[in-house]
C-alpha cells in the first residue's frame, strides 16, 4: 500500500465495487461531471474497467487504486494514475471521494500519494489534471500540491445541458516538493 499522511492507496477489492458504484458512479451530476463521456448505468456484475479491474482491462496505460483511511481502513474513494506514457515520461492524475469524505483534507492527501507513486516510483518528468473550472476543491487540492494553471480548455465539456471551461494543470518532477503543501 502507498500511504499518504492520513490515507492509503491500495488494489482494488471486490466489496469496495458496490459501494463505489453506488456512492459515485451510479450519481448522474457526480458522474457527469468526473467523466470525459456522457452517464451511463453500471450494471451489477459488469466488468466496467472504472471499478473493476481485471487481467484483461488492467492496462499498462492506467493504474487504478482504491483509496481507504490509514487509521480505519474504512475504503473513502477511488483514484487513479492514467494515461501514462513512458516515451514522454508524462501521466494523468484522477480521484474521487465517497460525498460523506470529502473537504477533510483526504483529496490533498490523496494528490501528495499519486504525485509520489508518479514521480518516484514511475520516474514521471510530468503530471497532469484536468478539471472543471468550477471544481475548487480540485483546483486547490492540486495546487497545494505544486501543481500550476497551465491553460483554460473554453467550453470543453458538456455538462448537465451546459459547456463548462476545464482548466489544465500541470506538476514537473523538479518543480515537486514531496509534503511541502504550499
Ligand atoms: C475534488 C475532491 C477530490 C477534493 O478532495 P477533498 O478531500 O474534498 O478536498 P480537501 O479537503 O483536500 O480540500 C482541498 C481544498 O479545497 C477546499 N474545499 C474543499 N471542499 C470545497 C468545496 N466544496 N468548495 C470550495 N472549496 C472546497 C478546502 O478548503 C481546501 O482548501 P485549502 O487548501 O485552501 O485549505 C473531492 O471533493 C471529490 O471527490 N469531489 C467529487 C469528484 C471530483 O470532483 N473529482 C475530481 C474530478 S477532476
Redesign the pocket.
Known amino acids: 500500500m502507498l500511504k499518504g499522511k492520513s490515507i492509503g492507496l491500495r488494489a482494488r477489492h471486490e466489496d469496495d465495487i458496490p459501494v463505489l458504484r453506488a456512492e459515485l458512479y451510479d450519481d448522474v451530476v ?1 458522474g457527469s ?2 467523466e470525459a463521456g456522457p452517464w451511463r448505468p453500471i450494471t451489477p456484475g459488469s466488468n466496467d474497467p472504472r471499478l473493476v479491474v481485471t487481467d484483461e482491462n488492467q492496462k499498462e496505460q492506467v493504474v487504478p487504486f482504491s483509496v481507504v483511511e490509514l487509521d480505519s481502513g474504512a475504503l473513502v ?1 477511488s483514484a487513479t494514475l492514467w494515461g501514462i506514457d513512458n516515451h514522454n515520461r508524462c501521466a494523468h492524475i ?4 465517497l460525498p460523506s469524505c ?7 492527501d490523496v494528490v501528495e500519494t499519486l504525485c509520489y507513486y508518479g514521480f518516484t516510483v514511475r520516474g514521471m518528468q510530468r503530471l497532469q489534471i484536468e ?1 472543471l473550472a468550477d ?4 483546483l ?2 492540486a495546487e ?1 500540491n505544486g501543481f500550476v494553471r497551465e491553460g483554460v480548455l473554453r467550453s470543453s465539456a458538456w455538462v448537465l445541458g451546459e459547456f463548462v471551461d476545464e482548466v489544465l494543470l500541470g506538476l514537473l518532477a523538479e518543480e515537486w516538493k514531496p509534503g511541502s503543501k504550499g
Open positions: 457526480n461531471r468526473a474513494g484522477g480521484l474521487g471521494l470529502r473537504g477533510k483534507g483526504y483529496g490533498t478539471t471544481n475548487t476543491a480540485m486547490r487540492a497545494r
